[in-house]
């Protein structure tokens, strides 16, 4: 057990004598994780194709017992507020060191970027129910906010035998323009006025339906290597773990809509699931 923490000592900050950061690492891990278990099991949260999956209940039922949002107004809504928290941080904590200038960029660039391609990058054709929308806006937000605090927590701290930031920078850069590459695929499918949709191709899309997951998971990979401390790496578990059953459920929901649909194409993870 000695040389197990030893060994993280190596690589990691110690924890922040924080209840906050403690108490945020333990939600986001479970309820995450949660959430991908759920989405394995066939309960979706109720946005982009999933919008309409009622878990037993009509479609209708779903339409008189919540409020449905258009995609685009609720996918601002998702990430809208943590943008707005990472551009406040640097006002709020200015004259930080480096490393805690690259997580908080990568953390703000992360909800602009998804700003941006709400805005001008996809196309939307279902809804989003409010209550959804909500719930999820709520977690980015506290995310985002848990993320940089907690970097603020470690100004003063001593950094790991081993740096691992400058990597961490290198596959940041990865995820996000892994990410940003298969949505733009995925926007050039559908003509102005075409609603429907189609299997994609084109980059990853030939081996995994869901490319835009797997690099999502290495943008928050890229920053638990910056941070290196114990927070980011529970969020992108949980993360990892949702987008895991998120991208599982994507593929039997395109197996169920096209007959054809190749059956070497896995899920999230190349030639593996």
């Known amino acids: 057990m000695s040389m197990v923490m030893s060994l993280f000592d190596k690589f990691l900050f110690p924890p922040p004598p924080s209840i906050f950061i403690t108490t945020m690492s333990v939600i986001s891990l479970v309820s995450l994780a949660n959430s991908g278990l759920s989405e394995l099991k066939g309960k979706h949260l109720q946005y982009s194709k999933f919008w309409n999956a009622d878990n037993g209940k009509n479609k209708a039922a779903v339409k008189k017992?919540?409020?449905?949002?258009?995609?685009?107004?609720?996918?601002?809504?998702?990430?809208?507020?943590?943008?707005?928290?990472?551009?406040?941080?640097?006002?709020?904590?200015?004259?930080?060191?480096?490393?805690?200038?690259?997580?908080?960029?990568?953390?703000t660039f992360h909800f602009f970027k998804r700003v941006f391609e709400v805005l001008f990058v996809h196309k939307y054709s279902g809804g989003m129910v409010l209550d959804t929308a909500m719930v999820i806006s709520l977690s980015y937000t506290l995310s985002a906010v848990?993320?940089?605090?907690?970097?603020?927590?470690?100004?003063?701290?001593?950094?790991?035998?081993?740096?691992?930031k400058l990597l961490g920078g290198l596959v940041f850069l990865v995820g996000i323009v892994g990410n940003f590459y298969h949505h733009c695929i995925l926007s050039n499918l559908r003509g102005k006025s075409d609603k429907g949709y189609k299997i994609p191709t084109g980059g990853l899309f030939g081996l995994v339906i869901c490319p835009h997951y797997l690099f999502e998971i290495l943008i928050f990979?890229?920053?638990?290597?910056?941070?290196?401390?114990?927070?980011?790496?529970?969020?992108?578990?949980?993360?990892?773990?949702?987008?895991?059953?998120?991208?599982?459920?994507?593929?039997?929901?395109?197996?169920?809509?096209?007959?054809?649909?190749?059956?070497?194409?896995?899920?999230?993870?190349?030639?593996?699931?």
Not at 84 to 105: E, I, K, T
Not at 151 to 161: A, E, N, S, Y
């Open 65 to 107: 017992e919540s409020t449905k949002l258009s995609s685009r107004t609720g996918m601002l809504l998702l990430y809208t507020p943590a943008f707005l928290a990472g551009v406040f941080s640097f006002w709020l904590f200015p004259n930080h060191d480096f490393r805690f200038l690259l997580v908080n960029s990568a953390v």
């Open 146 to 164: 848990s993320m940089i605090y907690n970097q603020h927590l470690l100004q003063g701290i001593p950094d790991p035998q081993i740096d691992l």
């Open 221 to 273: 990979v890229g920053i638990s290597l910056m941070s290196q401390s114990l927070y980011p790496i529970a969020f992108t578990t949980g993360t990892a773990c949702y987008l895991t059953g998120r991208s599982y459920a994507t593929r039997n929901w395109y197996q169920s809509k096209f007959p054809n649909f190749p059956k070497h194409i896995k899920a999230l993870v190349p030639f593996v699931f």
